[in-house]
């Protein structure tokens, strides 16, 4: 998994020269990969629903009512807020979402934090230090 | 509507009672439960087209804690498995354990955990079956969360529904829960080898499902020593 996540994140280093098509494909490539790495033994909160394959890094906080999958990759330390609802996405480390988002074949780049409650997006990258919508970056692929 | 009403109304369709709604919010909570139901049902409509578009033919087995619904998969997908390519999703709150039992019987498996539903609804069936290819399948069974009273309020889009109890259940089990058999096409009284132990009066099992629902078909089986599993397999059409 570590390779295909590595990959992800060097294709989004630079905001500016981001190649979409060629992020698709890894991007695809790595939602096809969590299959082999479902993991969800280990993460902070209430009893959130899952649908394999979902792979939770360390110390991963939950909020109420979550449901994760399938095909959801989530870091290290990330935070989901109550209400969320994921599939076919890839949130990578130190990420914060708040409450009721929900996102499908999404990215959330490294360190990203989105302070505010209730989005729906599909098939784009989302990446800053939101305090609303209006302030986060987003970028379709 | 303020997020703590939002969580309010949450809270009370979890518990699926209106009564306790505050006088304020009660038209709001019985809105916006019909609707809930409403979304499920036309979610199932749609599953019900998918698959009978892709001739699947599809079975959701419901029924008690510890019943046989694993056990009995086992022994279906055993025999099916050469002849029909299969698809199993397993329902439970919580662990692997059921989808790792069924796939040693060379069939793919999805597991759901619910966390704190103690049902599948049909958003849950429609999430997995989107990020598959339909063509590849022939027959896909659902087993649901373990007991008989949440899987009533949800339809999943299967072509049949199959409730499954077992004798240790005691002679009462089916008169108690009547909604499960009364949307069900096929009902199992499992564990048909333990009939001399426990002297359950099976009888009376099979005639209150046939009382709560005439068309109902009634078999018993054992999981254990495979007794009437082919015929089982014959009443489901594969
Ligand atoms: N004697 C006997 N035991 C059975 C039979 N069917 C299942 N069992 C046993 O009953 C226990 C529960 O069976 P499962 O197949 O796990 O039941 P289940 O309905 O899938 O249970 P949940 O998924 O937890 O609700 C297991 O120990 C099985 O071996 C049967 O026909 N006869
Ligand atoms: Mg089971």
Redesign the pocket.
Known sequence: MKEFIEKIENSIKEIDSIHTSNLRNIFQDALKEIKNHHKIDNYIGDFPTFIEPVYLGDSVKIGDDVLLGPNVYIGNNCELGDYVELSNTIILDNVKLGNNFTLENCLVKTDSSLNFDILKEKNCLLIGQAESKENLKKISF | MSDKEEREIGRIQELESTNLAREEIRDLVIETKKKVERDNDILAERINKEFVKNNIKSFDIV????????????KICEQISSKHRTLVI?G?ITTR??AD?IEKHNVETVQINTGRECALNAYHINQIIKNKDLFNYDVIFV?N???LICPSEFILGTDKRIT?V?I?EGEWVIEKHPMLFKMSDIAII?????LERLGTDIDKMISNAKNYNPKIEVIT?????G?NINKLIEIMGL
Do not use: P, Q, Y
Request: negative net charge.
């Open positions: 029924g008690s804690i510890g019943a046989g619904k694993t056990a009995l998969l086992e397993c439970d354990v059921d039992r087993e969360v373990g007991n499954v077992s240790t499992n564990k048909i080898d333990l089986t054992s999981a254990k020593t007794e």
